[in-house]
């Protein structure tokens, strides 16, 4: 009762909301572990037409009667480590069969990169080469990544949505640029396209745009099934082009649940019901239902960003086409900072979370609202209202007072302690907080 409200949460990608009947079909598994596939076959076989639907919404090249090379993950963070796992050591194994070392493997990503890339690089040594954004440009450039590349890259990582902004990275460009690159210097620095968002929305609203399977570089992809896949969280999917892709010395065969069962998953149990539920979504909702909402998400948020440049108030910083959100910041953020309209927010019931961006960009703040499903137009025009009510409020208020850090002791006049008013401290509480967020790397998911 006293956590915020799910559907008033802006801040995150993840689904707050399915049917009623599917609601019941999750109860109705809960007490499944996965892992006994010999005991729930049919759930093993949903998750295996998840990955083979998944697959060819991805233009994965299979044959008639190929099926697809994937797993049902917890969700992209689980996904980008197998991925991850994947190319270190198909890129080992060719490094050991030249004889060259194979000690010091990279990666190279954006600095705008969700922060599950940097725990994969730390978890599993590799080292994490980042291009740097810069103001205005808030994605890697495929250019700087291609000339980060060398003998030791396992791959490059492009995102379909950045977690900042929402922007579609140029995955076609930077495809391109490798090849000519692979061809001078005669490696083969493959592609992992993280669409942990933009996998369930590109193929629905954006046809045309080629960042998947379609390129040849692009060995395997990762998408969250609980974000636009529509599932309560605990669901992702990676999908690899095809078996080569996944040395078959990573997957275990385990045999004391029953049959041979391979598995490739850095967990053992888990539940079943976000398999169910994906199932659920993708023959309830077919490629014309995921259609519907993510065009329907679109214009909500073509709604919230008419209106709140409307106030004539903020700088747009995320793009009409790609993962459906508003990303914006202050046109004057002299007297007051995003921060504070973010917590003042907070009385009316959002969760929109201020951020700032990651290095070379990183003076510039945003605030953030993903448009999910759940949330209506009728939500967009009640938030545009209350954002413009916080402007007025802190209009009334006065600038910031440039308190050092929160906790800082009640001031000393003549020799007598004066107690600081409640603005103040809450002044201070704000300032420590942005302090706090600033000296860290984002960390919005
Ligand atoms: C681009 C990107 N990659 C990976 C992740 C991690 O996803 P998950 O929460 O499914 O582990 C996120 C989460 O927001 C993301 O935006």
Redesign the pocket.
């Known amino acids: 009762m006293l956590d915020g409200n799910p559907r008033l949460n802006l801040a995150s990608?993840?689904t707050t909301w399915m049917e009623p009947e599917c609601d019941k079909l999750m109860m109705a598994a809960i007490n499944k572990n996965y892992v006994d596939m010999d005991d729930y076959p049919v759930t093993t076989e949903l998750q295996n037409r998840c990955v083979n639907m998944i697959a060819h919404l991805f233009n994965a090249p299979l044959g008639d009667s190929e099926t697809a090379v994937g797993v049902g993950t917890v969700?992209?963070?689980?996904a980008?480590m197998l991925a991850g796992l994947a190319f270190k050591r198909k890129w080992q194994n060719k490094r050991r069969a030249e004889g060259k070392p194979c000690d010091k493997p990279n990666i190279v990503t954006g600095a705008n990169?969700?922060v599950?890339w940097e725990k994969f690089a730390n978890y599993f040594e590799v080292e994490l080469k980042e291009v740097k954004l810069r103001e205005g440009y808030y994605v890697m450039d495929p250019i700087k990544a291609v000339e980060l590349v060398d003998e030791n890259t396992i791959c490059v990582a492009a995102?379909l949505?950045?977690?900042l902004n929402g922007e579609f990275e140029d995955v076609k460009l930077l495809n391109e640029l490798l090849i000519e690159k692979n061809k001078l210097t005669g490696w083969d620095t493959p592609i992992h396209v993280?669409a942990?968002?933009g996998g369930f929305i590109a193929p629905f609203i954006y046809p045309e745009l080629e960042w998947d399977f379609r390129l040849p570089l692009v060995k395997s992809i990762n998408v969250?099934g609980?974000?636009y896949g529509l599932v309560y969280a605990g669901i992702?999917w990676v999908i690899w082009r095809n078996k080569e892709d996944l040395p078959d010395e990573l997957i275990f065969h385990i045999n004391y649940l029953g049959a041979d069962q391979p598995t490739f998953t850095l967990n053992f149990s888990k539940g079943s019901s976000q398999v169910i539920a994906q199932y659920y979504q993708i023959i309830r909702l077919g490629y014309e239902g995921y259609q519907n909402v993510m065009e329907n998400c679109r214009e909500n948020a073509l709604v919230l960003k008419q209106g709140l440049e409307k106030t004539g108030r903020f700088n747009i910083v995320s793009k009409d086409n790609g993962v459906p959100l508003v990303a914006f910041s202050l046109k004057d953020n002299s007297c007051h900072s995003e921060f504070e309209v973010s917590d003042m927010l907070r009385r009316f019931g959002w969760i929109v979370p201020a951020y700032t961006m990651p290095p070379d960009a990183q003076h510039v703040t945003v605030l953030r609202v993903v448009i999910r499903e759940d949330f209506s137009r009728t939500l967009a025009e009640r938030l545009v209202i209350d954002i413009t009510k916080v402007l007025h409020e802190l209009d009334a208020l006065p600038a910031r007072i440039s308190a050092k850090i929160a906790g800082e002791e009640d001031k000393v006049k003549n020799g007598m302690v004066v107690k600081k008013t409640a603005l103040e401290t809450q002044r201070e509480i704000t300032n420590a907080w942005k302090k706090l967020v600033t000296d860290r790397k984002s960390q919005?998911?």
Not at 75 to 78: D, K, L, V
């Open positions: 990608f993840v969700g992209s963070s689980e980008i990169v969700q599950c995102i949505g950045s977690t993280d942990a968002s969250s609980h974000k992702g919005v998911c």
